[in-house]
């Protein structure tokens, strides 16, 4: 069965620092990755998307970046934070156009 | 646009009380609309997928269906272990950059109340 794993669960980041957050899935190829925000009050936010590795779209302007250095690996990174960065970040992944499966979350906070 | 708005903000009911959380949505082609469960401080769990009008979807005391314009999850004689953020969210089925995208509604907080 396929699993997605994401860490950490939470972090307190100063602001400038620098950020990154991993993602891995297990049991599946080539899946489709996808981070998201969730900000309290608001629904989910898409950040970015993978189909494949290498292959990055964004949707949304921002101070973040993704990565996807192998096929099962997805990474939100940032060279410096901003206190607005703080948020609620998932990771998720499909087959296609098909449901999408999160992981667990991280929370950060950015001070 | 794709926009989903889902109603009640929250809901509280009584152990074994029956009710329904709506899920109104507007898209430029439906391809899939999608129900989750979200417990405090973690990720969605995957509830449902609906594709077409008519369709419907159950999952122990959960019912989801579908139609046109909004989508219904009813919650049939509730637990305490049901209290969860619900969450709603499409898929249109157009091309290009976004296709894959979840477009999700705010969601609505159950409380189930022994």
């Known amino acids: 069965s396929q699993t997605i794993h994401q860490w950490p669960a939470t972090l307190v980041q100063p602001v400038g620092s620098p950020l990154s957050l991993e993602c891995t899935v297990e049991?599946?190829?080539?899946?489709?990755l996808y981070w998201y925000r969730q900000a309290a009050g608001r629904g989910l936010q898409l950040l970015f998307y993978s189909v494949g590795i290498g292959q990055i779209s964004s949707e949304v302007p921002q101070n973040l970046s993704a990565s996807r250095p192998q096929d099962r690996q997805f990474i939100l990174s940032s060279k410096k934070l901003l206190l607005s960065d703080s948020g609620f970040y998932l990771c998720?992944?499909?087959?296609?156009?098909?449901?999408?499966?999160f992981g667990q979350g991280t929370r950060l906070t950015v001070v | 646009e794709d926009q989903v708005t889902q109603s009640p903000e929250a809901l509280r009911l009584q152990e074994g009380e029956s009710s329904s959380l709506n899920c109104s949505y507007t898209?430029?082609?439906?391809?899939?609309l999608f129900w989750y469960r979200q417990d405090p401080g973690k990720g969605p769990e995957f509830l449902f997928t609906l594709y077409s009008a008519g369709e419907e979807k159950e999952k122990e005391r959960l019912k989801a269906t579908l139609t046109k314009k909004e989508s219904f999850l009813h919650i049939t004689a509730p637990k305490p272990e049901d209290s969860a953020t619900y969450l709603c969210a499409v898929q249109a089925a157009h091309s290009g950059a976004g296709s894959y995208q979840l477009t999700f509604g705010k969601g609505t907080k159950l409380s189930v109340i022994p």
């Open positions: 049991g599946t190829s080539n899946p489709n």
């Open positions: 898209v430029s082609g439906l391809r899939g």
């Open positions: 998720a992944w499909s087959e296609g156009f098909t449901e999408a499966f």
